[in-house]
C-alpha cells in the first residue's frame, strides 16, 4: 500500500492532518511518524474533534485546553483492555457457576472441570483394520463365520485358525496377529496365506491403548470444540461440566436507521443490528435479545434498569450530542464507570461501565469499524473471561506496506496475511466496513504510524481461516 492510497481511505478529517504531520519534516521510509505534540506544518492537529485546525495565532499550535483534558481522560488502548478483563474477574463466581450442559449443546463452551476417563479406550481389544484374525504362523484354515462390530466376543482362536474380522469388531482370545485384506490371499484349498511379512500384535488396538479409566484426557479450562465433544463421548459422557456463555443484550440506538431497503430521505441502513449478535456469539456470549430504540432517553433508561443480561451492549450515543443519552443514562442510573473513551482510533468514544455487581455495558460508538474497534478493546477481554475461556496469544508480523497513524493514539488497521506479511487494507475509515470484510486481523498500529516491514501486534479475528485467500482490497 502506497502512502498516497493510504491517505486516501482515512477520510479527509484524518488524511489532511496525516499530511500537516508529514510536512513537519518526517523523513520517508525512515520509521514511525513522531507524534507526540501537535505537528509544526501549516495546521494542527484538534484531538476533541479527530481533525486539523487551521492555522492562526501561535495559540493555534497547542491543542485546545478542552482537547488536551480529553485526550487524557481517555485510557490508553493495552489499559483499556486490561481494565476490561479485570472487570471479568471481579464478578461473583455465583453468576458464572459451573453447569451440566449435554453434549450437543456443549460445542463453544469451556470445561469447568478436568474429562477424565470413565472407560478405558478402546474398552476392549479391537481390530484396527479389515482382514482375518490370524493365531499362529500361517498358512491359516479359516472359519466360515466371520467377526463384525456390535457383537459379543468371538469363539477363540487355535493355532493355525484364522477368521475374518472387520474394523472396530472384537479380537478373538489368542489371536497373533491381524492381517489385512490386502496381504493375504487364499489357495485352492481355501488356506489363507500372508502375502507379506506379519508382526506379532499387528493391527490390533490393545484395550487402554488411549487411555485408562481415571486418566485425565483434558484439564480444566479446554475450550470446547467438535474433537473434544467426539472424545467426551467416547469417553462415556452424556453431559460436560463448563461454564456458561455470558448473556448479553443489544440496544440500537439512533433514530436514521433503516432496517430493510435503500437509504433514502437522510436515513441509513442500520448495520450493526445484523452484524453484533453472531460477532458477539463468536466471542463467547449468549446474544438474548436485540431491541431497537432510537434516540430515546427514556427508553434507553428503561432498557437498562430492566437488563437480565451479563453484558448490555449499546451502539451509538456514547459522545456528547444533543442525542446521546448514554451517558446522562449512566449518572441517573448511578452506574460506575471503568473506561470513558480510550485512546484508540476508529472507536476512541468508546465506555465499560458497571451497572451491577454483575453486570457491565459495553458502549460502542455508531460507526461500523469504530463498533468494530470496541468489541475488540472492550467486549472481547470482558466475554472471554467471563466465558472462562484462556486469552489468546500475542504474536506478531511484519507490515508489507507503510502504515500511517494518528499522531496521539493507537489506530486498528484491517488486514490480511500473505505469507509472513500483514497486508494493510484500503477501505478502513471509520465509518466503512469494506475492509474489515475482507479481512483476517487487525494490526495494531502505534501512534505515529509503522514503516514497512515493521513487527506490529495482530489481533485475529473469530473466522480468519475461513477468508478467502483471493480477496484482497489493497
Same mark, same amino acid.
Given at each position: ?11 479527509? !478529517? ?10 513537519? $519534516? ?27 485546525? +487551521? ?9 485546545? &485546553? ?66 482375518? *484374525? ?56 481355501? /488356506? ?63 433514530? !436514521? ?10 436515513? #441509513? ?19 438474548? *435479545? ?72 459495553? $458502549? ?19 466475554? /472471554? ?16 506496506? !507503510? ?10 488497521? &484491517? ?8 497486508? +494493510? ?10 475492509? #474489515? ?8 498500529? +502505534?501512534? $505515529? ?26
Amino acid at each position: 500500500m502506497t502512502a498516497r492510497s493510504d491517505l486516501d481511505d482515512l477520510g479527509a !478529517e484524518e488524511a489532511l492532518a496525516l499530511v500537516n504531520q508529514g510536512n513537519s $519534516g518526517r523523513t520517508q521510509g525512515a520509521g514511525p511518524i513522531q507524534g507526540s505534540a501537535a505537528p509544526a506544518g501549516d495546521g494542527v492537529y484538534d484531538v476533541e474533534a479527530d481533525q486539523p485546525r +487551521p492555522a492562526g495565532t501561535g495559540d493555534d499550535r497547542a491543542p485546545a &485546553p478542552a482537547a488536551a483534558a480529553e485526550r487524557h481522560r481517555a485510557t490508553p488502548w493495552p489499559q483499556a483492555r486490561a481494565i476490561a478483563e479485570r472487570a471479568a474477574r471481579q464478578v461473583s463466581r455465583t453468576a458464572s457457576a459451573p453447569t451440566s450442559v449435554p453434549l450437543d449443546a456443549a460445542l463453544g463452551l469451556v470445561l469447568a472441570a478436568p474429562l477424565a476417563a470413565l472407560t478405558d479406550l478402546p474398552s476392549f481389544d479391537t481390530s484396527a483394520m479389515d482382514g482375518w *484374525a490370524v493365531a499362529g504362523p500361517g498358512p491359516w484354515d479359516v472359519r466360515e463365520a466371520g467377526v463384525l462390530a456390535g457383537h459379543a466376543q468371538p469363539e477363540p482362536l487355535t493355532d493355525g485358525e484364522a477368521v475374518r474380522i472387520a474394523t472396530g469388531a472384537r479380537i478373538p482370545h489368542d489371536t497373533t496377529a491381524v492381517l489385512r485384506s490386502e496381504h493375504g490371499r487364499t489357495d485352492d484349498k481355501g /488356506r489363507l496365506h500372508a502375502t507379506r511379512e506379519l508382526s506379532h500384535g499387528q493391527d490390533i488396538r490393545p484395550r487402554g491403548q488411549e487411555c485408562r479409566t481415571g486418566d485425565q484426557l483434558l484439564p480444566t479450562g479446554t475450550f470446547v470444540t467438535p474433537a473434544v465433544l467426539g472424545l467426551a463421548a467416547a469417553a462415556g459422557y452424556d453431559t460436560l461440566a463448563a461454564i456458561p456463555r455470558p448473556r448479553a443484550e443489544v440496544l440500537v440506538l439512533g433514530d !436514521e436507521l433503516l432496517t430493510e431497503g435503500l437509504p433514502h430521505d437522510g436515513l #441509513i441502513r442500520d448495520a450493526l443490528g445484523p452484524m453484533l449478535p453472531p460477532w458477539l456469539r463468536s466471542l463467547g456470549a449468549d446474544v438474548i *435479545a436485540v431491541h431497537r430504540l432510537g434516540d430515546d432517553a427514556e427508553a434507553l433508561h428503561r432498557a437498562l434498569r430492566d437488563s437480565p443480561a451479563e453484558i448490555v451492549v449499546t451502539t451509538g450515543g456514547t459522545a456528547a450530542g444533543p442525542v446521546d443519552h448514554v451517558h446522562p443514562t449512566l449518572r441517573r442510573l448511578g452506574a460506575e464507570l471503568l473506561v470513558s473513551g480510550v485512546q484508540v482510533r476508529p472507536g476512541h468514544p468508546m465506555l465499560l461501565a458497571r451497572l451491577k455487581e454483575n453486570q457491565h455495558l459495553v $458502549g460502542l460508538p455508531g460507526n461500523p469499524l469504530a463498533a468494530v474497534s470496541g468489541l475488540l478493546t472492550l467486549a472481547e477481554p470482558l466475554l /472471554r473471561t467471563l466465558a472462562g475461556r484462556a486469552a489468546p496469544e500475542p504474536y506478531t508480523l511484519p507490515l508489507k506496506d !507503510e502504515v500511517h497513524g494518528h499522531p496521539h493514539d493507537t489506530r486498528l488497521v &484491517p488486514v490480511v496475511l500473505r505469507g509472513d506479511r500483514a497486508v +494493510p487494507l484500503h477501505y478502513n475509515g471509520p465509518a466503512m466496513l469494506r475492509g #474489515i470484510a475482507a479481512a483476517e486481523a487487525l494490526a495494531v498500529v +502505534p501512534p $505515529g504510524g509503522a514503516r514497512a516491514g515493521q513487527e506490529l501486534e495482530l489481533l485475529d479475528l473469530p473466522w480468519s481461516a475461513a477468508t478467502e485467500a483471493g480477496v484482497c482490497f489493497t
